[in-house]
Structure formats: structure tokens, C-alpha cells
């Protein structure tokens, strides 16, 4: 069964920086496409970032609003993945979830909220 446990949400004022983790278990990571997700408050949950097993600069996807802001990394060894968000704005608020695969939202973890705030 896949398992995926995020931490890391928290309050934070514009302009400044988050890190978020997610715990995988169930399934085999290191062979798995992995990635973020995020759902503001009243709107659709959206595909943010992904990163493929290899973990190489060339191996990460990042939708156009957080490119250049999040940087997405993994631990294969410890099954962990990772978004290093920097530069944050009120439109980041929103639940953060860990995703396996690919540019998909789906399936994903509880989540993280993450708001920015003044």
C-alpha cells in the first residue's frame, strides 16, 4: 500500500522560504516518478513538480508559477522527497501533497498547509 507522509506547512511571511519533506512507504521508491501537488483554497488541486528516479537537474518538471521559486530533490536512501519553496507569495498558500508518479495528483498523501501570510 502506498504511504506517503508530508511535513513542513507552516505559517510564513511573503518573500520568505519553506522546506517540505514526505515520508514514502509501500512501494518502491527509488523506481518511482515522484512529485508535488497543491490545492489552494477553492480551487482544483494542481501538479506543481516532479522529479524522476534518476534525481539528475535534467529529471525535474516544475509547472510555470513555482519554476525558478521550488526546487524539487529526493533521498532514495531514506525514502524521502523534498520542495525547497523560496521567494513565497500569498498565491502559494495552499495544502501541499506528496505525489507518486508523474505530473499527476494522484495518489497523494494528507498533506501540508502552507500559508503565507503578512
Known amino acids: 500500500e502506498v504511504r506517503l507522509v508530508e511535513s513542513g506547512g507552516d505559517l510564513v511571511q511573503p518573500g520568505g522560504s519553506l522546506r517540505l519533506s514526505c515520508q514514502a512507504s509501500?512501494?518502491?521508491?527509488?523506481?518511482?516518478?515522484m512529485g508535488w501537488a497543491r490545492q489552494a483554497p477553492g480551487k482544483e488541486i494542481e501538479w506543481i513538480a516532479s522529479?524522476?528516479?534518476?534525481?539528475?537537474?535534467?529529471?525535474?518538471f516544475y509547472t510555470e508559477s513555482v519554476k525558478g521559486r521550488f526546487t524539487i530533490s529526493r533521498d532514495n536512501v531514506n525514502f524521502r522527497l523534498f520542495l525547497q519553496m523560496t521567494n513565497l507569495t500569498p498565491a502559494d498558500t495552499a495544502t501541499y501533497y506528496c505525489?507518486?508518479?508523474?505530473?499527476?495528483?494522484?495518489?497523494r498523501g494528507q498533506g501540508t498547509l502552507v500559508t503565507v501570510s503578512s
Open positions: 505525489v507518486k508518479g508523474l505530473r499527476s495528483v494522484a495518489p
Open positions: 522529479m524522476t528516479p534518476s534525481a539528475g537537474v535534467g529529471d525535474r
Open positions: 509501500g512501494f518502491t521508491f527509488s523506481a518511482s516518478n
